[in-house]
């Protein structure tokens, strides 16, 4: 995550994380996974860019075991307050040690903040700490091409990076199969979620 961004986030991590809780939870997406998934019994989760936990929250709803990680430091702090069931870590997705193994992986609008090597190598790692048959579930800003721009706002500066769902196939490992795309427009912008699939290692 560009340093910029990083700064925007603890700096106004109060006043974004009021947004965030305005706009609610993903239970949607957060439901639509866990059934891709199977309903695993105790599921091991991760989230990768939890923020302020809002979406924690719903997850820790389903499973007992859930980590969440961003790289701000004031946004983990509300976090530990908002789901103080939850594990979690101020941690850049890039570096991170995916111990795994998880069923499900959320990177709920934090593709948003990579650019697309570092996408390439969050999408190789998390794939290789799923277990067969685990969930990579991602919501991202849509462009029509891959591109990068600077917004800034009553938050702050922020680098954004704009995927589209053929994008994010391209750079996955090839054991990753496609089981949903969803398009939407929230808060005011386009929007879409892609669920890979790791695929079962074939029986000898």
């Given amino acids: 995550m560009h340093q910029g961004t990083r700064d925007t986030y603890n700096h106004s991590a109060g006043q974004l994380g009021k947004h965030y809780d ?9 439901d639509l996974a866990f059934a891709i998934a199977g309903y695993p019994e105790n599921a091991v989760v991760l989230e990768i860019g939890c923020g302020n936990g809002r979406d924690a929250r719903a997850i820790l709803r389903h499973t007992p075991f859930y980590t969440g990680i961003d790289t701000s430091e004031k946004m983990i702090a509300l976090a530990r307050i908002k789901a103080p069931k939850g594990v979690f870590e101020v ?4 570096l991170y040690d995916y111990a795994g193994p998880y069923d499900i992986v959320f990177a709920l609008a934090q593709f948003r903040h990579m650019n697309i090597e570092e996408a390439a190598t969050v999408l190789k790692k ?3 700490s799923l277990k067969p048959g685990g969930v990579f579930y991602i919501s991202s800003n849509y462009g029509e091409q891959y591109h990068q721009s600077s917004r800034a706002d009553s938050y702050g500066l922020r680098e954004m990076y704009y995927y589209n769902p053929a994008i994010i196939q391209q750079y996955a490992p090839e054991g990753f199969k496609k089981i949903q795309e969803i398009h939407d427009v929230v ?3 386009q929007w879409f979620e892609i669920a890979l699939k790791k695929q079962k290692e074939p029986q000898l």
């Fill in 22 to 30: 305005e706009i609610g939870p993903r239970e949607g997406d957060i």
């Fill in 91 to 94: 941690a850049d997705a890039v």
């Fill in 126 to 128: 998390v794939y290789d």
């Fill in 187 to 189: 808060d005011g912008n």
